[in-house]
């Protein structure tokens, strides 16, 4: 048997066995004006998931796509780094509330417990963090872990696994 991605889990309904998956996916990045289109391509992708945690190094735009996100989503205000204020709360078009989040400044778990994280990751609206890897584990299960690579000619990789 072959499969298309790497092996998550097995179970049984009824007498027969399940196999599941995970299916790695990516989205290339091509230049600051590639952007609009990448942030297209990833909403249309992801389906409804609401917690998008990206991991990057200093630099490599996590900021600036979730700018693009924020644009694409219909967000009027200007879109920037919480890097000092942790985060930013935006209106999108449709009139929900989505959370942007920079957890560089944590230092320590019960920080983010002092802002509430809980209420907001738990809220049903979009959350999209930076640095969540200081608070990774407060992250519910059904986070989406999408990783920017950034490429030897700049190009980025967007890449998670379903």
Not at 4 to 31: A, T
Not at 49 to 67: C, H, I, Q, S, V
Request: net charge negative.
């Amino acid at each position: 048997m072959t499969s298309c991605g790497k092996f998550v889990k097995d179970f049984y309904y009824g007498n027969i066995k399940l196999l599941i998956y995970s299916m790695k996916q990516e989205i290339i990045i091509n230049g600051i004006e590639d952007l609009e289109r990448a942030a297209q391509e990833f909403i249309s992708r992801i389906g409804n998931r609401k917690l998008l945690a990206f991991f990057a190094p200093m630099g490599a735009g996590k900021t600036t796509f979730t700018a693009a996100l924020c644009k694409v989503l219909g967000v009027k205000d200007p879109v920037c780094s919480p890097t000092f204020t942790i985060i930013n709360e935006y209106e999108r078009g449709n009139g929900e509330p989505m959370y942007h989040f920079d957890f560089y400044r944590i230092s320590k778990l019960a920080e983010a417990a002092e802002i509430g994280i809980e209420d907001y990751l738990y809220s049903g609206y979009l959350c999209i963090m930076e640095w969540p890897e200081n608070v990774n584990e407060l992250l519910p299960d059904e986070t989406l872990r999408i990783n920017i690579t950034v490429n030897p000619d700049m190009t980025r990789t967007l890449s998670w696994e379903e």
